[in-house]
Every structure is written in C-alpha cells, then in structure tokens.
T-cell receptor, first 113, second 115 residues
C-alpha cells in the first residue's frame, strides 16, 4: 500500500527562524514521484517541487530546500529565515502511476511576526 | 499559466438538494480530478477523468457522480446532499494520463456547507 505521513499537524515559529516540515512515504514501486504543495489561506494549492525516485540530489530554491533520502523514505522541506508570508498548510504527495496521487494530511505552519 | 477555476468559492445548500460543482481548466489538460479536503484527513480523491466522458472512481465516490462532456470542464454532482458532505472541494488538472508524475494544478476550492 502507498502512504504519505506528515506527523507534524501544526508548527509555530517566530519570523526568521528556520523550520523543517517532515514527510515520510511508503511505496513498493521503484519509480515514483514526490511533491510538495503550499496551500495559503486563499485555498488554492500551489506547486512547489517535484522529485522523481531516481534523483536523490537535494534541491535549493531561495529560502526553500528539500532533502530527499530513499534510505529513510523521507522527503523533508526546510524553510530558512521564515517569513509571515510562509504561513500556510503544506502538503506532501506521492504518485507512482499515471494519475493516483496520495496526499499526506498536511502541516499547518504559522510564522509569527 | 494554467488556470483552473471553480464556479463558487462558498456554497450553502439544504439537505436533499442536488448540487453541482463546476470546474474549468484552460490548458487543454487531459486529466481532471475532484478532491475533498477535511481537517486531519488531507485530500481524498473522489473522482478522476482522463478524457471526455471517461471517469474513474477515487477513494470516496459514494454519494457523488461526475460529468465530463467537454475536455475543459469537469462537474461534480451531489445527487442528494447530506450534512456529512459539508467540506472543501478542490478541483485539479494535469497534462496527460500518459505522462507519469505530472504535476497537478489546483483551483481555489469551493467550501460547501449542507444544512
């Protein structure tokens, strides 16, 4: 069975702190894709990153970075120097076929000024 | 930029009413999805369509049906709304069922309240 676990339901940090959102996945497939989406208060999920199972390189995009480790089945997301605008619900997702995405339950991040 | 629009942001309906939620995408995507989002449960797939008039049941199709008469439009229908269908409904699209790992584009969501 496929599963995505985001154990952190809610995280609160003070602005400028670094924060890491955890994502652990389960799949028996060797080819799969992992995603992170951001859902701001407006409601629309915004795509942040996609990583395929054959590419374990870490990714950095501005203040965002992602650490993909197949050995621990994790795809963690770090925000450096958090800002109030980062406040949102963040979803991790997995797909190993052509259409069935498995989403985690989401982590609500609150960044306090 | 891909745009996915949903007909309503907020909707209030009475128990037993027939409810239509409309979704339109403007990028000629083959795949369209309807999800339901509830606190603590994440996003759960209701139905998926990979082509006009083609549909697949997701994880929670009971109480819902869908219609895709045109490629750009995917409708979710609640035949007889019940209070346990009060939720946030999200529509999404992606390029093609033949393309593995395609990213999804989401609409803004419809928050439905059934009283």
């Amino acid at each position: 069975a496929q599963k995505v676990t985001q154990a952190q339901t809610e995280i609160s940090v003070v602005e400028k702190e670094d924060v890491t959102l955890d994502c652990v996945y389960e799949t028996r497939d060797t080819t799969y894709y992992l995603f992170w989406y951001k859902q701001p208060p407006s409601g629309e999920l915004v795509f942040l990153i996609r990583r395929n199972s054959f590419d374990e390189q870490n990714e950095i995009s501005g203040r965002y970075s992602w650490n993909f480790q197949k050995s621990t089945s994790s795809f963690n997301f770090t925000i450096t120097a958090s800002q109030v605008v980062d406040s949102a619900v963040y979803f991790c997702a997995l797909i190993s076929g052509t259409y069935k995405y498995i989403f985690g339950t989401g982590t609500r991040l609150k960044v306090l000024a | 930029d891909v745009k996915v629009t949903q007909s309503s942001r907020y909707l209030v309906k009475r128990t037993g009413e027939k409810v239509f939620l409309e979704c339109v995408q403007d990028m000629d995507h083959e795949n369209m999805f309807w999800y339901r989002q509830d606190p603590g449960l994440g996003l759960r797939l209701i139905y998926f369509s990979y082509d006009v008039k083609m549909k697949e049941k997701g994880d929670i199709p009971e109480g819902y049906s869908v219609s895709r008469e045109k490629k750009e439009r995917f409708s979710l229908i609640l035949e007889s709304a019940s209070t346990n269908q009060t939720s946030m409904y999200l529509c999404a699209s992606s390029l093609s069922y033949r393309l593995a790992g395609a990213k999804q584009y989401f609409g803004p969501g419809t928050r439905l309240t059934v009283t």
